[in-house]
């Protein structure tokens, strides 16, 4: 997808811990991260217009990846299909269709791509992981446990996945004969609190050294160097920060003005909207806020609208806080893939690396 190298972001997060440090004192530095904007922080690199023909547009750009033979993979998961774009953003390819047959899909999820190329797609409809050659055609199919799939990712050269039933989520690893291993599960306040597990989002954040877990509704954020474990939390809301609200059972009940008051709650916090891995040496948390109105479709209500980013680095430290958001960041690697705009606007696809003036911006 690019051909930059990885940026040095282990030096760039030692000097500016030393900046940090010397402008405020260590203390301070751990009380008070530093806030500044996303252009002082990051700098474009490329940016695409996503082709989106009148016979496909794309229904809802769940996840993106890099392609094994260049351009990008994304996943629609209203539409059941994986697009293949080109380097320029010209829709090269549309792969599968909504169904259960092998290379159909029930709204894929994610996408992880394995160090020979190979693509896995896990679907929120279906218990199943798909695996996909470079080339795309379909290799094999892995069975899942009874749950919805939401995240696929390889992590320690095993299968990490997330998994959604009613009121609970796991994560954990998947083997080639269907084996699921756990590794976590959500705060058990997630489920017994009314309301809470309609609208928890998990986030999953992976690198080749480590993995976060998030939930969209409670920090802290879970951190794992091994598929093992244990887990490490770390993380803090920042000052922008307004969290859900404890309801009762029968809180939205009665048809359209249960739904109005839904509506009405879900302005009233905020949410963690992300969760990526910058270069192995950063980790990158979204918060978003629902923006409903009277008479709003249902899905569009559930939308969340990023609106700025915290940065830690692997040590749980934060670094920067409450940076506003451009838009919504898909994913990162060495880069920083940024979507921007919706129909009727054109959709852009923006790449960022961190700014060369980063450490003198945080310094002032």
Known sequence: MSQNKPLGSKRWVASLGLVLSLGCGDRAAEQHPASLDFDRLFAPVWEVALEEPDSAPIG??????????????????????????????????????????????????????????????????????????????????????????????????????????????EFGFLDEAGEFTGLSRWDPEIAEVPYWSNVAVDHVAVGSRALAIANSLKYPIWYYTSPEGPGRAFGEPPASWSGASRLKGDEFAGGRAGTQKLGEWLNTFTVVAGLHMLSDSLILVSHGRYRTEPGMPMPEMFRIHPYAVDVYDLAGRKLVEDVPLPGTIIAADSLVYIVDGEPPAVRRLIAYRLGPDAERSIAR
């Open 60 to 169: 809802q750009l769940k996840a993106l990846r890099p392609a094994p033979a260049g351009g990008f993979i994304v996943a629609d998961m209203m539409n059941s299909q994986l697009r293949l774009h080109d380097r320029e953003g010209r829709l090269a390819r549309l792969v599968g269709r909504y169904g259960a047959g092998p290379g159909e899909f029930r709204g894929p999820s994610g996408v992880a791509i394995g160090p020979a190329g190979e693509i896995y797609v896990v679907e929120f409809g279906a218990n199943r992981v798909t695996r996909l050659r470079p080339d795309m055609s379909l290799d094999t199919i892995l069975p899942l446990p009874p749950a919805a799939g939401t995240h696929v990712a390889l992590f320690g050269g095993r299968i990490f996945l997330g998994l959604r039933r009613s009121k609970e989520a």
